[in-house]
């Protein structure tokens, strides 16, 4: 289980999160969508214990991310599966393969990947590009844009 108690993420020109409490429960697949600067990169970064909260914890399996070692750092990664809204989608996949990807790597089974992927991808509206390689899904979206960030979350032992 992954779980944020009061997490608030303040940058020196602006606040990216603020008080922020949610539970995300094992094998749950969830998608997190919203416009330029809404927190969602610095939520992911959060949880992969990539930046630290202005304030707040964030636990994985009731153990604070934060006071984890770097050395075991690897190890928690591993066992949660995402894709970025900038470029580090995998450019020989389609938009369908990097998501079904990763939750494959999740331990997700082959019903729920072909039930999952293609709702995540309506839900940010690219059902219809989810053949389409990561550049020509950007150029449909328009120059700058970047897909919606989503992460899969699978809790193994």
């Known amino acids: 289980m992954i779980y944020f108690d009061k997490v608030t993420k303040v940058y020196p020109n602006a606040k990216a999160l603020e008080d922020i409490s949610f539970t995300v429960e094992p094998g749950e697949f969830i998608s997190i969508v919203g416009h330029s600067g809404a927190g969602k990169t610095t939520l992911l970064k959060m949880i992969l214990a990539e930046d630290r909260p202005s304030s707040g914890q964030v636990f994985f399996d009731s153990v604070d991310i934060h006071k984890v070692s770097k050395r075991d750092i690897p190890r928690l990664r591993r066992r ?75 809790l193994t032992s």
Request: proline content about 5%.
């Open 80 to 154: 949660i599966g995402s894709v970025f809204q900038d470029f580090r989608l995998l450019p020989h996949k389609t938009a369908y393969e990097n998501i079904a990807f990763t939750m494959a790597a999740a331990g997700r089974s082959d019903d729920e990947i072909a039930s999952d992927v293609p709702h995540a991808l309506d839900l940010v509206g690219l059902g219809d590009k989810k053949w389409n390689f990561p550049v020509s899904c950007l150029a449909v979206k328009g120059k700058g844009s970047r897909l919606p960030a989503r992460l899969s979350i699978n």
